[in-house]
Protein backbone atom coordinates (compact mmCIF):
# COMPACT_ATOMS: atom_id res chain seq x y z
CA UNK A 1 0.00 0.00 0.00
CA UNK A 2 3.38 2.70 0.98
CA UNK A 3 4.48 1.39 -2.58
CA UNK A 4 0.97 2.28 -4.19
CA UNK A 5 1.00 6.12 -2.25
CA UNK A 6 4.42 6.90 -3.26
CA UNK A 7 3.51 6.22 -6.41
CA UNK A 8 0.66 8.24 -6.84
CA UNK A 9 2.72 11.29 -5.17
CA UNK A 10 4.89 11.39 -7.86
CA UNK A 11 2.49 11.00 -9.98
CA UNK A 12 1.24 13.98 -8.22
CA UNK A 13 4.33 15.90 -8.13
CA UNK A 14 4.99 15.22 -11.95
CA UNK A 15 1.42 16.40 -13.02
CA UNK A 16 1.25 19.56 -11.23
CA UNK A 17 5.52 20.10 -12.75
CA UNK A 18 4.13 19.34 -15.70
CA UNK A 19 1.08 22.10 -15.47
CA UNK A 20 3.32 24.75 -14.37
CA UNK A 21 5.59 24.46 -17.13
CA UNK A 22 2.71 23.92 -19.86
CA UNK A 23 0.73 26.83 -18.54
CA UNK A 24 3.90 29.26 -18.73
CA UNK A 25 4.85 27.82 -22.63
CA UNK A 26 1.31 27.83 -23.45
CA UNK A 27 1.03 31.41 -22.59
CA UNK A 28 3.99 32.20 -25.25
CA UNK A 29 2.77 29.96 -27.89
CA UNK A 30 -0.49 32.16 -27.34
CA UNK A 31 0.93 35.47 -27.42
CA UNK A 32 3.40 34.57 -30.56
CA UNK A 33 0.27 33.28 -32.75
CA UNK A 34 -1.75 36.40 -31.83
CA UNK A 35 1.22 38.09 -32.91
CA UNK A 36 1.18 35.74 -36.16
CA UNK A 37 4.58 35.09 -35.55
CA UNK A 38 5.69 31.29 -36.54
CA UNK A 39 5.89 28.23 -33.93
CA UNK A 40 7.21 25.33 -35.54
CA UNK A 41 7.31 22.98 -31.78
CA UNK A 42 4.91 23.55 -28.56
CA UNK A 43 6.84 20.87 -26.40
CA UNK A 44 6.48 19.87 -22.54
CA UNK A 45 9.61 18.48 -21.22
CA UNK A 46 12.83 18.29 -22.89
CA UNK A 47 15.56 15.53 -24.18
CA UNK A 48 14.14 12.51 -26.04
CA UNK A 49 10.76 12.37 -27.97
CA UNK A 50 7.77 10.17 -26.66
CA UNK A 51 5.21 11.78 -28.64
CA UNK A 52 4.16 14.43 -30.98
CA UNK A 53 0.81 15.56 -32.93
CA UNK A 54 0.65 17.92 -35.75
CA UNK A 55 -2.90 18.91 -37.13
CA UNK A 56 -3.38 18.44 -40.45
CA UNK A 57 -2.07 21.83 -42.55
CA UNK A 58 -1.69 23.12 -39.30
CA UNK A 59 2.04 24.38 -38.46
CA UNK A 60 2.93 23.93 -35.18
CA UNK A 61 3.96 20.43 -33.76
CA UNK A 62 3.00 19.65 -30.26
CA UNK A 63 5.45 17.22 -28.56
CA UNK A 64 5.75 15.24 -25.37
CA UNK A 65 9.53 14.66 -24.50
CA UNK A 66 11.40 12.08 -21.98
CA UNK A 67 12.56 14.71 -19.08
CA UNK A 68 9.61 16.38 -17.49
CA UNK A 69 11.44 19.04 -16.23
CA UNK A 70 11.11 21.63 -18.74
CA UNK A 71 9.70 22.80 -22.03
CA UNK A 72 9.79 25.25 -24.95
CA UNK A 73 8.01 26.91 -27.72
CA UNK A 74 10.54 26.99 -30.71
CA UNK A 75 9.75 30.29 -32.97
CA UNK A 76 11.07 31.11 -36.39
CA UNK A 77 13.81 33.63 -36.19
CA UNK A 78 15.49 32.10 -32.63
CA UNK A 79 18.30 30.30 -34.63
CA UNK A 80 16.12 27.17 -35.27
CA UNK A 81 16.00 26.11 -38.67
CA UNK A 82 12.67 25.78 -41.16
CA UNK A 83 11.81 22.18 -41.88
CA UNK A 84 12.84 21.07 -45.55
CA UNK A 85 10.09 22.79 -48.10
CA UNK A 86 8.60 25.51 -45.46
CA UNK A 87 9.12 28.90 -46.55
CA UNK A 88 8.31 31.74 -43.88
CA UNK A 89 7.55 35.22 -44.60
CA UNK A 90 10.52 37.52 -42.73
CA UNK A 91 7.46 39.26 -41.08
CA UNK A 92 6.57 36.51 -39.20
CA UNK A 93 10.19 36.01 -37.16
CA UNK A 94 10.14 36.86 -33.95
CA UNK A 95 13.15 39.55 -34.39
CA UNK A 96 11.17 41.11 -37.58
CA UNK A 97 8.10 42.22 -35.32
CA UNK A 98 7.54 45.47 -33.21
CA UNK A 99 9.87 45.57 -29.94
CA UNK A 100 6.69 45.74 -27.87
CA UNK A 101 5.07 42.72 -29.13
CA UNK A 102 8.02 40.79 -29.07
CA UNK A 103 8.13 42.09 -25.00
CA UNK A 104 4.41 40.81 -24.59
CA UNK A 105 5.22 37.30 -25.96
CA UNK A 106 8.26 37.42 -23.41
CA UNK A 107 6.00 38.10 -20.19
CA UNK A 108 3.55 36.21 -21.49
CA UNK A 109 4.52 33.04 -19.90
CA UNK A 110 4.79 34.73 -16.62
CA UNK A 111 1.75 36.46 -16.58
CA UNK A 112 0.35 32.99 -17.21
CA UNK A 113 2.37 31.39 -14.05
CA UNK A 114 1.23 34.35 -11.96
CA UNK A 115 -3.04 33.89 -13.28
CA UNK A 116 -2.12 30.12 -12.60
CA UNK A 117 -0.83 31.10 -8.62
CA UNK A 118 -3.80 33.19 -7.77
CA UNK A 119 -6.00 30.49 -9.28
CA UNK A 120 -4.43 28.08 -7.34
CA UNK A 121 -4.18 30.23 -4.02
CA UNK A 122 -8.13 30.94 -4.49
CA UNK A 123 -8.94 27.36 -4.73
CA UNK A 124 -6.98 26.70 -1.76
CA UNK A 125 -8.55 29.57 0.45
CA UNK A 126 -11.79 28.16 -0.51
CA UNK A 127 -11.35 24.91 1.19
CA UNK A 128 -12.27 24.40 4.14
CA UNK A 129 -9.50 24.20 6.60
CA UNK A 130 -7.61 23.44 10.16
CA UNK A 131 -6.19 26.59 12.58
CA UNK A 132 -5.14 27.17 15.56
CA UNK A 133 -7.81 28.75 17.25
CA UNK A 134 -5.91 29.88 20.78
CA UNK A 135 -1.61 28.97 20.37
CA UNK A 136 -2.26 27.49 24.31
CA UNK A 137 -5.18 25.93 23.68
CA UNK A 138 -4.92 22.12 24.22
CA UNK A 139 -6.32 18.66 22.64
CA UNK A 140 -5.86 15.53 24.64
CA UNK A 141 -5.45 12.09 24.08
CA UNK A 142 -7.03 9.54 26.44
CA UNK A 143 -5.01 7.02 28.42
CA UNK A 144 -2.32 9.10 27.62
CA UNK A 145 0.55 10.56 29.44
CA UNK A 146 -1.12 13.86 29.53
CA UNK A 147 -4.38 12.03 30.38
CA UNK A 148 -3.13 10.52 33.44
CA UNK A 149 -1.82 13.73 34.80
CA UNK A 150 -4.97 15.84 34.72
CA UNK A 151 -5.10 17.67 31.45
CA UNK A 152 -8.61 17.05 29.90
CA UNK A 153 -9.56 18.28 26.14
CA UNK A 154 -9.41 21.98 25.04
CA UNK A 155 -7.34 22.42 28.22
CA UNK A 156 -5.81 26.28 28.36
CA UNK A 157 -2.33 26.08 29.56
CA UNK A 158 -0.21 29.22 30.56
CA UNK A 159 2.50 30.39 28.04
CA UNK A 160 5.18 33.46 28.12
CA UNK A 161 6.92 33.83 24.68
CA UNK A 162 10.01 34.34 23.25
CA UNK A 163 10.82 36.80 19.80
CA UNK A 164 13.92 35.86 17.58
CA UNK A 165 14.66 38.02 14.30
CA UNK A 166 15.47 35.22 11.65
CA UNK A 167 18.25 37.07 9.81
CA UNK A 168 17.92 34.41 7.24
CA UNK A 169 14.29 34.47 6.51
CA UNK A 170 14.30 37.81 7.37
CA UNK A 171 11.17 37.43 9.43
CA UNK A 172 10.06 37.58 13.57
CA UNK A 173 9.41 34.65 14.92
CA UNK A 174 7.31 33.82 17.63
CA UNK A 175 8.47 31.32 20.07
CA UNK A 176 5.92 30.00 23.11
CA UNK A 177 7.65 29.01 26.32
CA UNK A 178 6.07 26.68 28.69
CA UNK A 179 6.33 28.41 31.83
CA UNK A 180 10.43 27.91 31.61
CA UNK A 181 10.02 25.06 33.77
CA UNK A 182 11.48 21.85 32.40
CA UNK A 183 13.89 19.80 34.69
CA UNK A 184 15.98 16.87 33.55
CA UNK A 185 16.74 13.71 35.21
CA UNK A 186 15.36 15.36 38.38
CA UNK A 187 17.88 18.04 38.62
CA UNK A 188 16.07 21.18 39.75
CA UNK A 189 20.26 22.93 39.58
CA UNK A 190 19.72 22.94 35.14
CA UNK A 191 16.81 24.96 34.22
CA UNK A 192 15.46 24.66 30.37
CA UNK A 193 12.23 26.11 28.30
CA UNK A 194 10.48 24.09 26.79
CA UNK A 195 9.65 25.79 23.58
CA UNK A 196 6.96 25.10 20.99
CA UNK A 197 7.79 26.96 17.49
CA UNK A 198 4.45 28.35 16.51
CA UNK A 199 5.47 29.33 13.00
CA UNK A 200 6.27 25.23 12.65
CA UNK A 201 3.12 24.18 14.39
CA UNK A 202 0.77 26.31 12.79
CA UNK A 203 1.40 24.74 9.25
CA UNK A 204 0.95 21.06 10.65
CA UNK A 205 -3.03 19.37 10.20
CA UNK A 206 -2.36 16.93 13.07
CA UNK A 207 0.12 18.31 15.30
CA UNK A 208 1.76 16.10 18.58
CA UNK A 209 3.62 19.10 20.59
CA UNK A 210 6.21 16.62 22.17
CA UNK A 211 7.25 15.96 18.10
CA UNK A 212 7.78 19.33 17.76
CA UNK A 213 9.18 20.42 21.14
CA UNK A 214 12.10 22.47 21.28
CA UNK A 215 14.69 22.33 24.31
CA UNK A 216 16.28 25.92 25.13
CA UNK A 217 19.03 25.84 27.87
CA UNK A 218 18.16 29.52 29.37
CA UNK A 219 21.52 31.19 29.26
CA UNK A 220 21.33 34.92 30.38
CA UNK A 221 22.31 37.32 28.08
CA UNK A 222 21.45 40.51 30.26
CA UNK A 223 17.74 39.77 29.73
CA UNK A 224 17.97 37.48 26.50
CA UNK A 225 17.34 34.15 26.32
CA UNK A 226 20.09 32.64 23.96
CA UNK A 227 18.64 29.65 22.58
CA UNK A 228 20.41 26.11 20.89
CA UNK A 229 17.93 25.84 18.02
CA UNK A 230 18.29 22.20 18.83
CA UNK A 231 15.28 20.27 17.65
CA UNK A 232 15.98 16.98 19.20
CA UNK A 233 18.09 16.36 22.74
CA UNK A 234 20.93 14.48 22.54
CA UNK A 235 20.48 11.22 23.64
CA UNK A 236 23.11 11.31 26.61
CA UNK A 237 21.54 14.52 27.54
CA UNK A 238 19.33 13.02 29.71
CA UNK A 239 16.18 9.60 30.50
CA UNK A 240 13.13 11.92 30.91
CA UNK A 241 11.84 15.60 31.66
CA UNK A 242 9.65 16.73 33.27
CA UNK A 243 7.70 19.76 32.05
CA UNK A 244 5.37 21.69 34.26
CA UNK A 245 2.66 23.61 32.85
CA UNK A 246 -0.08 25.60 34.48
CA UNK A 247 -3.68 25.63 33.68
CA UNK A 248 -5.43 28.18 32.83
CA UNK A 249 -8.99 28.62 34.84
CA UNK A 250 -11.95 31.06 34.99
CA UNK A 251 -11.43 34.14 37.60
CA UNK A 252 -13.68 37.28 38.57
CA UNK A 253 -15.45 38.47 36.07
CA UNK A 254 -14.78 35.17 33.84
CA UNK A 255 -11.02 35.99 33.26
CA UNK A 256 -8.34 33.30 33.32
CA UNK A 257 -6.11 33.17 35.98
CA UNK A 258 -3.54 30.98 36.67
CA UNK A 259 -4.76 27.01 38.21
CA UNK A 260 -2.67 23.93 38.96
CA UNK A 261 0.40 23.12 37.66
CA UNK A 262 0.50 20.13 36.35
CA UNK A 263 3.74 18.08 35.86
CA UNK A 264 4.10 15.72 32.70
CA UNK A 265 7.32 13.42 32.74
CA UNK A 266 8.62 13.09 29.08
CA UNK A 267 10.96 10.10 28.34
CA UNK A 268 13.04 9.68 25.24
CA UNK A 269 14.74 7.26 23.38
CA UNK A 270 18.03 7.86 20.69
CA UNK A 271 17.54 11.44 21.13
CA UNK A 272 13.76 11.78 20.01
CA UNK A 273 11.40 12.68 22.19
CA UNK A 274 8.02 10.31 23.27
CA UNK A 275 4.32 11.02 22.38
CA UNK A 276 2.64 12.19 25.63
CA UNK A 277 -0.73 12.86 23.83
CA UNK A 278 -0.95 16.69 24.35
CA UNK A 279 -1.53 18.74 20.81
CA UNK A 280 -2.99 22.20 19.92
CA UNK A 281 -6.52 22.65 19.81
CA UNK A 282 -7.19 22.81 16.02
CA UNK A 283 -10.55 24.71 14.69
CA UNK A 284 -11.38 24.17 11.04
CA UNK A 285 -12.17 27.26 9.15
CA UNK A 286 -14.24 28.25 5.86
CA UNK A 287 -13.82 31.56 4.46
CA UNK A 288 -16.46 33.14 2.18
CA UNK A 289 -15.82 33.91 -1.83
CA UNK A 290 -15.07 37.19 -0.22
CA UNK A 291 -12.61 36.93 2.50
CA UNK A 292 -10.74 33.75 -0.15
CA UNK A 293 -10.63 36.47 -2.69
CA UNK A 294 -9.08 38.83 -0.65
CA UNK A 295 -6.69 36.75 1.24
CA UNK A 296 -6.02 35.25 -2.61
CA UNK A 297 -4.17 38.32 -3.54
CA UNK A 298 -2.83 39.20 -0.11
CA UNK A 299 -0.95 35.40 -0.29
CA UNK A 300 0.40 36.43 -3.38
CA UNK A 301 1.51 39.86 -2.47
CA UNK A 302 3.75 38.20 -0.04
CA UNK A 303 4.58 35.47 -1.53
CA UNK A 304 6.33 38.00 -4.77
CA UNK A 305 8.05 39.68 -2.01
CA UNK A 306 9.39 36.89 0.32
CA UNK A 307 10.62 35.06 -3.27
CA UNK A 308 12.26 38.67 -4.63
CA UNK A 309 13.99 38.63 -1.16
CA UNK A 310 15.12 35.26 -0.61
CA UNK A 311 16.72 35.67 -3.95
CA UNK A 312 18.54 38.73 -2.66
CA UNK A 313 19.98 36.90 -0.05
CA UNK A 314 21.80 34.06 -2.08
CA UNK A 315 23.85 37.24 -3.09
CA UNK A 316 24.11 38.73 -0.27
CA UNK A 317 23.75 36.25 2.96
CA UNK A 318 26.18 32.97 1.94
CA UNK A 319 24.19 31.04 4.67
CA UNK A 320 20.62 31.36 2.48
CA UNK A 321 22.16 29.01 0.02
CA UNK A 322 21.99 26.10 3.45
CA UNK A 323 18.01 26.27 2.83
CA UNK A 324 18.66 26.53 -1.37
CA UNK A 325 16.77 22.95 -3.10
CA UNK A 326 16.40 21.79 -6.36
CA UNK A 327 14.13 19.65 -8.22
CA UNK A 328 14.09 16.88 -5.39
CA UNK A 329 13.38 18.70 -2.67
CA UNK A 330 10.71 20.37 -4.35
CA UNK A 331 9.21 16.64 -4.94
CA UNK A 332 10.03 15.30 -1.23
CA UNK A 333 8.77 18.82 0.22
CA UNK A 334 5.33 18.98 -1.81
CA UNK A 335 4.42 15.34 -1.21
CA UNK A 336 5.25 15.85 2.10
CA UNK A 337 2.64 18.60 2.70
CA UNK A 338 -0.10 16.24 0.38
CA UNK A 339 0.74 13.48 3.11
CA UNK A 340 0.74 15.58 6.51
CA UNK A 341 -1.35 18.93 5.91
CA UNK A 342 -4.13 17.78 3.25
CA UNK A 343 -4.98 19.07 -0.44
CA UNK A 344 -5.81 22.52 0.24
CA UNK A 345 -2.12 23.66 1.87
CA UNK A 346 -0.55 21.04 -0.84
CA UNK A 347 -2.52 23.12 -3.65
CA UNK A 348 -1.22 26.18 -1.84
CA UNK A 349 2.65 25.42 -1.92
CA UNK A 350 1.76 24.77 -5.67
CA UNK A 351 1.01 28.13 -6.40
CA UNK A 352 4.03 29.75 -4.45
CA UNK A 353 6.15 27.50 -6.80
CA UNK A 354 4.14 28.97 -9.35
CA UNK A 355 4.63 32.43 -8.56
CA UNK A 356 8.81 31.55 -7.95
CA UNK A 357 8.84 30.63 -11.21
CA UNK A 358 7.32 33.92 -12.64
CA UNK A 359 9.71 35.74 -10.28
CA UNK A 360 12.73 33.61 -11.43
CA UNK A 361 12.33 33.89 -14.77
CA UNK A 362 11.91 37.85 -14.89
CA UNK A 363 15.96 38.19 -13.39
CA UNK A 364 17.90 39.54 -16.27
CA UNK A 365 20.12 36.34 -16.91
CA UNK A 366 21.24 34.95 -19.85
CA UNK A 367 18.96 31.75 -20.76
CA UNK A 368 15.90 33.59 -19.11
CA UNK A 369 12.94 35.01 -20.38
CA UNK A 370 13.99 38.75 -18.30
CA UNK A 371 17.41 38.41 -20.24
CA UNK A 372 15.46 38.18 -23.50
CA UNK A 373 12.72 41.02 -22.34
CA UNK A 374 15.95 42.91 -21.13
CA UNK A 375 17.76 42.64 -25.05
CA UNK A 376 14.68 43.54 -26.70
CA UNK A 377 14.30 47.13 -24.18
CA UNK A 378 18.22 47.38 -25.31
CA UNK A 379 17.55 46.87 -29.07
CA UNK A 380 14.67 49.26 -28.64
CA UNK A 381 16.19 51.73 -27.12
CA UNK A 382 19.72 51.79 -29.03
CA UNK A 383 17.39 51.32 -32.40
CA UNK A 384 20.28 48.42 -33.12
CA UNK A 385 20.04 44.82 -33.49
CA UNK A 386 22.67 42.95 -31.25
CA UNK A 387 24.07 40.58 -33.59
CA UNK A 388 22.67 36.91 -33.72
CA UNK A 389 25.93 34.96 -32.62
CA UNK A 390 26.48 37.37 -29.66
CA UNK A 391 23.24 36.83 -28.41
CA UNK A 392 23.51 33.12 -28.77
CA UNK A 393 26.89 32.54 -27.27
CA UNK A 394 25.78 34.21 -24.48
CA UNK A 395 22.33 32.24 -24.32
CA UNK A 396 24.23 29.53 -24.14
CA UNK A 397 26.82 30.10 -21.31
CA UNK A 398 23.73 31.17 -19.35
CA UNK A 399 22.08 27.90 -19.90
CA UNK A 400 25.20 26.30 -19.12
CA UNK A 401 25.82 28.35 -15.95
CA UNK A 402 21.91 27.76 -14.98
CA UNK A 403 22.27 23.51 -15.68
CA UNK A 404 25.32 23.30 -13.67
CA UNK A 405 23.10 25.20 -10.82
CA UNK A 406 20.62 22.75 -10.96
CA UNK A 407 23.12 19.65 -11.06
CA UNK A 408 24.78 21.17 -8.03
CA UNK A 409 21.17 21.29 -5.98
CA UNK A 410 20.05 17.98 -7.51
CA UNK A 411 23.42 16.76 -6.26
CA UNK A 412 22.91 18.81 -2.34
CA UNK A 413 19.28 16.94 -2.85
CA UNK A 414 20.23 13.72 -3.37
CA UNK A 415 22.92 14.45 -0.10
CA UNK A 416 20.38 15.67 1.94
CA UNK A 417 17.66 12.84 1.48
CA UNK A 418 18.98 9.91 -0.10
CA UNK A 419 21.90 9.39 1.44
CA UNK A 420 21.07 10.99 4.36
CA UNK A 421 18.40 8.39 4.60
CA UNK A 422 20.78 5.58 3.40
CA UNK A 423 23.36 6.34 6.17
CA UNK A 424 20.50 5.86 9.12
Not at 52 to 58: I, P
Not at 154 to 167: A, G, N, R, S, V
Not at 361 to 369: A, M
Request: aromatic content about 14%; glycine content about 6%.
Amino acid sequence: MEILQTILYILLFLVFLSTLIMVHELGHLAAAKAFRVYCLEYSIGMGPLLFKRKRKNGETQFSLRAIPFGGYVSMYGEGVELPEGVEVPPERSLNNIKWWKRAIILVAGVTMNSVLAITFFFISNCIPQQDITYINQVAVAESSTAYNAGFRNEDIFKMDTLTYYDDVANIQRTYYLADLETTFNGDDSVKYATCFNYSTLSNFKHLDLSEFMYMYELKLDGEKYVPDFSKYVKPEKFEYATVHLTKRVPGEDNKLVDGDVIAIRVEQKDGVISSFGLSLYLETIQLNAGQAFVKTFKDFGESSILLVRAIGDLFTKPAAWKDTGGIIAVAVETTGVLQNFGFARFLYVWAFISVNLAVFNLLPFPGLDGWQLLVTFVEAATRKKIPEKVKNIVSFIGLALLLLLMGALVVKDLVRYVFAVVAL
